[in-house]
């Protein structure tokens, strides 16, 4: 096998592509090795990188977890006022409302954030489109000829630039309608609630209904900042056990490349001294009476010479 493709095999067998390669010489073995340990640096950079990030996600999963355990205890705090001031039966009652409130409240967010989204997307569409035309305008001043190779790739890439922004806007557009449909039935339910519990007791209840609703966004926030901690954290964890088990392939691969190696040179050396020759010794190098001239028969020539002797 030459250099070349001792080379090539290597990388086929670092692809996954293929099974080790014939490592019979130590510049196939060193071949072989540099290839496979090529990577070590960047798996190294990568598992020290997870640690580091594995470390930094826990420590803030916890500061979550504390903020999320007070969250939770206020707001059995602010439950028990509410039932020790109003009774249990009236917090019930007027639950409905401060749940369609913050129903109401949560959708306008998503309503405003669609609408935010969805302009966006207008204006990166209508830029898009001033490109393009202002690209074929150019085209169009230059002459009525052929294009060449540049300015076609330029008008095709003008114009998937326009079919993604439409894309994306038209996306956008469903989705802030979607929102706005949502914000509409939140708002027909807390009017339907209100009008359920007009009187004294809402508004005596509005204040601590309303630090009651804060407390519990405050409490969903922090478990959805610890779910998305968790991911990364997973993540993180995947990325440490995946360059683990890359470097372990690594040290294995390499270690039985080296046997190879040696089995190789055990192998030559055994054939070497069956027949008694060695790399650097030819065939043509083997003693005179081992090596016949051009066009003799050794045979004949041993029957002559038995024939000459008087002891035979």
Same mark, same amino acid.
């Given at each position: 096998?030459?250099?070349?493709?001792?080379?090539?095999?290597?990388?086929?067998?670092?692809?996954?592509?293929?099974?080790?390669?014939?490592?019979?010489?130590?510049?196939?073995?060193?071949?072989?090795?540099?290839?496979?340990?090529?990577?070590?640096?960047?798996?190294?950079?990568?598992?020290?990188?997870?640690?580091?990030?594995?470390?930094?996600?826990?420590?803030?999963?916890?500061?979550?977890?504390?903020?999320?355990?007070?969250?939770?205890?206020?707001?059995?705090?602010?439950?028990?006022?509410?039932?020790?001031?109003?009774?249990?039966?009236?917090?019930?009652?007027?639950?409905?409302?401060?749940?369609?409130?913050?129903?109401?409240?949560?959708?306008?967010?998503?309503?405003?954030? +669609?609408?935010?989204?969805?302009? %966006?997307? $207008?204006?990166?569409? @209508?830029? =898009?489109?001033?490109? /393009?035309? &202002?690209? #074929?305008?150019?085209?169009?001043?230059?002459?009525?000829?052929?294009?060449?190779?540049?300015?076609?790739?330029?008008?095709?890439?003008?114009?998937?630039?326009?079919?993604? +922004?439409?894309?994306?806007?038209? %996306?956008? $557009?469903?989705?802030? @309608?979607? =929102?706005?449909?949502? /914000?509409? &039935?939140? #708002?027909?339910?807390?009017?339907?609630?209100?009008?359920?519990?007009?009187?004294?007791?809402?508004?005596?209840?509005?204040?601590?209904?309303?630090?009651?609703?804060?407390? +519990?966004?405050?409490?969903?926030?922090?478990?959805?900042?610890?779910? @998305?901690?968790?991911?990364?954290?997973?993540?993180?964890? #995947?990325?440490?056990?995946?360059?683990?088990?890359?470097?372990?392939?690594?040290?294995?691969?390499?270690?039985?490349?080296?046997?190879?190696?040696?089995?190789?040179?055990?192998?030559?050396?055994?054939?070497?001294?069956?027949?008694?020759?060695?790399?650097?010794?030819?065939?043509?190098?083997?003693?005179? #009476?081992?090596?016949?001239?051009?066009?003799?028969?050794?045979?004949?020539?041993?029957?002559?010479?038995?024939?000459?002797?008087?002891?035979?």
């Amino acid at each position: 096998m030459s250099l070349q493709a001792g080379y090539a095999a290597v990388a086929a067998f670092s692809a996954g592509e293929a099974s080790l390669p014939a490592v019979n010489t130590l510049a196939e073995l060193e071949a072989f090795e540099e290839s496979m340990t090529s990577r070590v640096p960047t798996l190294l950079e990568a598992m020290n990188h997870a640690s580091d990030e594995v470390n930094s996600l826990d420590r803030q999963a916890g500061e979550a977890e504390q903020r999320h355990q007070q969250q939770l205890d206020g707001l059995s705090v602010l439950q028990e006022g509410l039932f020790a001031r109003f009774g249990e039966q009236a917090v019930n009652r007027a639950r409905p409302f401060f749940k369609a409130s913050q129903d109401f409240e949560e959708a306008a967010q998503k309503a405003q954030a +669609a609408l935010r989204d969805f302009s %966006a997307s $207008s204006s990166g569409l @209508a830029q =898009a489109k001033l490109d /393009l035309a &202002r690209i #074929e305008e150019g085209f169009t001043q230059v002459g009525h000829g052929s294009l060449d190779q540049r300015q076609q790739d330029s008008l095709a890439y003008a114009t998937e630039r326009v079919l993604q +922004a439409q894309a994306c806007c038209d %996306a956008q $557009s469903a989705r802030h @309608a979607g =929102a706005v449909s949502q /914000l509409h &039935r939140a #708002e027909t339910l807390l009017s339907a609630q209100r009008k359920r519990l007009a009187g004294p007791l809402l508004r005596h209840m509005a204040a601590a209904c309303r630090q009651l609703q804060q407390h +519990a966004a405050g409490l969903k926030a922090e478990r959805l900042r610890m779910d @998305a901690l968790g991911v990364r954290a997973r993540a993180a964890k #995947e990325t440490y056990r995946r360059s683990l088990g890359e470097l372990d392939r690594i040290s294995t691969e390499v270690h039985k490349a080296r046997q190879a190696y040696l089995d190789s040179q055990r192998r030559r050396q055994q054939e070497q001294a069956v027949f008694g020759l060695s790399e650097e010794e030819p065939a043509s190098s083997r003693p005179p #009476e081992l090596c016949p001239e051009p066009g003799e028969d050794p045979a004949e020539e041993s029957k002559q010479h038995d024939a000459g002797n008087p002891f035979l």
